[in-house]
């Protein structure tokens, strides 16, 4: 399986090549080639099997062989092994045709998890056998930092630094970042939004002498790794529901558009889905853009879903890509009217996004409501992110196919907007209970390309 990027001028890497650089050397995204097939045959097969198991089947083909069969098969046991539920994924029904999908079970309470615990062994297991060590530099609107932390804690051939918006993430998202003592994991808290965080990470991997110094390696939503482990669960989901012999369809709480591809890249692969929803909050460049309304950026406004406080939606290109019919030229001009503010898409390409995404959007007032309006009416307590799903899920399901919204983080690491909404203060799962008694470690730093690296490098051990 070979990968190519979204700007056409990187070289063509396998697997493991591409999840280890992340951004390609030209700006852009890689994307495989080709997109395995599943018949309909091979997807009903997965009917009872194990989460572990549908996850070897859906990812292999796209893996190649840079893992034998066995490496594969321990790599995804290990990176499970951990969740708080057996199921991994479990379905909870919220109303007649309405379910839940639960992706909250890892260890940091996000669906984050499924992709970096993942990553964390296949790197792991990559690095290791080269006897290699690389630098992870991430950016993260609160989950995708905790996420990359608590996977490579500990391991000895990487060096993670996070940089995060300074007093834009919630309690919960600063302390699993700053609580955990290895040596190996630096939180950095970044003056400036998430979009900024972003750009500055971009700019590292675009400074060619810093990322051939210190191997720079990327574990961000861009990174192909972190998308395929989250089609994963398009299929279990699916299939729990009686796919493939009737189609469902998938709402999906979206900031930078990885989950949600992961679930177009499931379509494509052969699984029948009906509707593939796109919910944002107030934050709504993509929902303005699939409504024929151009991607223009404006100001992030923190909402209460701060997981998707977004404007530039980098898995977005990988969209593009298809719609403009992997014409990688198209993209690089759209890229470069975005850094002068936006751009508008063809008729053409417009047609094929809508052909495979619906979209909407929840104001706050409308997601505090659904959280308040969930819990009366099923006993579920939505975390912001999810209820932003089940607001927009209520309004463009279709009555006989099943919707499944995608319940991206536990209620419990947003607790503030959570209580307000239902009286009811989320507590966190016992395992991790002394979170607010440990101590915190973490180096304020400026919106300033040139002392990021400096701060880096002196980091790192010679
Ligand atoms: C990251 C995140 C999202 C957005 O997912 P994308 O893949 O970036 O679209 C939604 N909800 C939560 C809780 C998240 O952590």
């Given at each position: 399986m070979?990968?190519i990027?979204?700007?056409?001028?990187?070289p063509v890497?396998?697997?493991?090549?591409?999840?280890?650089?992340?951004?390609?050397r030209?700006?852009?995204?890689?994307?495989?080639?080709t997109i395995?097939?599943?018949?309909?045959?091979?997807?009903?097969?997965l009917e009872?099997?194990?989460?572990?198991?549908?996850?070897?089947?859906?990812?292999?083909p796209?893996?190649?062989?840079?893992?034998t069969d066995?490496?594969?098969?321990g790599i995804?046991?290990?990176?499970y092994?951990?969740f708080?539920?057996?199921?991994?994924?479990?379905?909870?029904?919220?109303?007649?045709?309405?379910?839940l999908?639960?992706?909250f079970?890892?260890?940091?309470?996000?669906?984050?998890d499924?992709?970096?615990?993942?990553?964390?062994?296949?790197?792991?297991?990559?690095?290791?056998?080269?006897g290699?060590?690389?630098?992870?530099?991430?950016?993260t609107?609160?989950?995708?930092?905790?996420?990359?932390?608590?996977?490579?804690?500990?391991?000895?051939?990487?060096d993670?630094?996070?940089l995060y918006?300074?007093?834009?993430?919630?309690?919960?998202?600063r302390?699993?970042m700053?609580?955990?003592?290895?040596?190996?994991?630096?939180?950095?808290a970044?003056?400036?939004?998430?979009?900024?965080?972003?750009a500055?990470?971009?700019?590292m991997?675009?400074d060619?002498?810093?990322?051939?110094?210190?191997?720079?390696?990327?574990?961000?939503?861009i990174n192909?790794?972190?998308?395929l482990?989250?089609?994963?669960?398009?299929?279990?989901?699916?299939?729990?529901?009686?796919?493939?012999?009737?189609p469902?369809?998938?709402t999906?709480?979206?900031?930078?558009?990885g989950?949600?591809f992961?679930?177009?890249?499931a379509k494509?692969?052969?699984?029948?889905i009906d509707?593939?929803?796109v919910?944002?909050?107030?934050?709504?460049?993509?929902?303005?853009?699939?409504s024929g309304?151009?991607?223009?950026?404006?100001?992030?406004?923190?909402?209460?879903?701060p997981?998707?406080?977004?404007?530039?939606?980098?898995?977005?290109?990988?969209?593009?890509?298809d719609?403009?019919?992997?014409?990688?030229?198209a993209?690089?001009?759209?890229?470069?009217?975005?850094?002068?503010?936006?751009?508008?898409?063809?008729q053409?390409?417009m047609q094929?996004?809508?052909?495979?995404?619906?979209?909407?959007?929840?104001?706050?007032?409308?997601?505090m409501?659904?959280?308040?309006?969930?819990?009366?009416?099923?006993?579920?307590?939505?975390?912001?992110?999810s209820a932003?799903?089940?607001?927009?899920?209520?309004?463009?399901?279709?009555?006989?196919?099943?919707?499944?919204?995608?319940?991206?983080a536990?209620?419990?690491?947003?607790?503030?907007?959570?209580?307000?909404?239902?009286?009811?203060?989320?507590?966190?799962?016992?395992r991790?209970?002394?979170?607010?008694?440990?101590?915190?470690?973490?180096?304020r730093?400026?919106?300033?390309?040139?002392?990021l690296?400096?701060?880096?490098?002196?980091?790192?051990?010679?």
């Amino acid at each position: 399986m070979r990968y190519i990027s979204t700007r056409g001028t990187a070289p063509v890497l396998n697997f493991e090549e591409a999840m280890l650089s992340g951004l390609a050397r030209d700006g852009g995204l890689y994307v495989p080639e080709t997109i395995p097939q599943m018949s309909l045959t091979e997807i009903a097969a997965l009917e009872g099997l194990s989460y572990e198991a549908i996850a070897y089947r859906v990812m292999r083909p796209f893996v190649g062989d840079v893992f034998t069969d066995a490496e594969f098969e321990g790599i995804i046991e290990r990176a499970y092994a951990g969740f708080g539920h057996a199921a991994r994924a479990p379905l909870k029904q919220l109303d007649q045709g309405h379910f839940l999908l639960e992706l909250f079970h890892g260890p940091t309470l996000a669906f984050k998890d499924f992709a970096m615990q993942l990553i964390g062994q296949m790197f792991q297991t990559a690095l290791g056998r080269k006897g290699e060590r690389v630098t992870i530099v991430g950016a993260t609107s609160g989950d995708t930092g905790s996420a990359a932390i608590e996977a490579f804690r500990g391991l000895d051939n990487v060096d993670v630094f996070i940089l995060y918006p300074h007093g834009r993430i919630s309690e919960v998202q600063r302390r699993q970042m700053t609580t955990p003592t290895e040596s190996n994991v630096h939180a950095l808290a970044m003056d400036g939004d998430f979009d900024d965080c972003q750009a500055r990470l971009k700019d590292m991997f675009n400074d060619f002498e810093f990322r051939d110094g210190v191997r720079l390696a990327g574990v961000n939503s861009i990174n192909w790794g972190r998308v395929l482990a989250q089609v994963v669960y398009y299929f279990s989901a699916a299939v729990a529901l009686g796919a493939p012999h009737r189609p469902v369809s998938f709402t999906v709480p979206t900031g930078n558009f990885g989950d949600i591809f992961a679930g177009y890249i499931a379509k494509r692969m052969g699984l029948p889905i009906d509707q593939l929803v796109v919910a944002t909050n107030q934050n709504d460049i993509l929902h303005r853009c699939l409504s024929g309304r151009g991607y223009h950026k404006g100001d992030t406004v923190p909402s209460i879903s701060p997981s998707m406080d977004i404007q530039v939606s980098s898995n977005f290109e990988r969209a593009l890509f298809d719609a403009y019919d992997r014409e990688a030229p198209a993209i690089v001009q759209l890229m470069d009217e975005l850094k002068a503010g936006g751009f508008e898409v063809s008729q053409g390409a417009m047609q094929v996004l809508q052909q495979h995404y619906l979209s909407g959007r929840a104001s706050e007032a409308e997601t505090m409501a659904t959280i308040t309006e969930t819990l009366a009416r099923s006993g579920e307590l939505l975390c912001p992110h999810s209820a932003v799903g089940v607001k927009v899920a209520e309004e463009l399901r279709v009555t006989g196919t099943p919707m499944i919204t995608l319940a991206t983080a536990h209620p419990a690491k947003f607790p503030d907007a959570v209580e307000k909404a239902s009286g009811q203060h989320p507590p966190l799962p016992a395992r991790m209970g002394d979170l607010y008694e440990r101590s915190e470690r973490v180096s304020r730093v400026p919106n300033d390309l040139a002392a990021l690296i400096a701060h880096i490098k002196g980091q790192i051990p010679a």
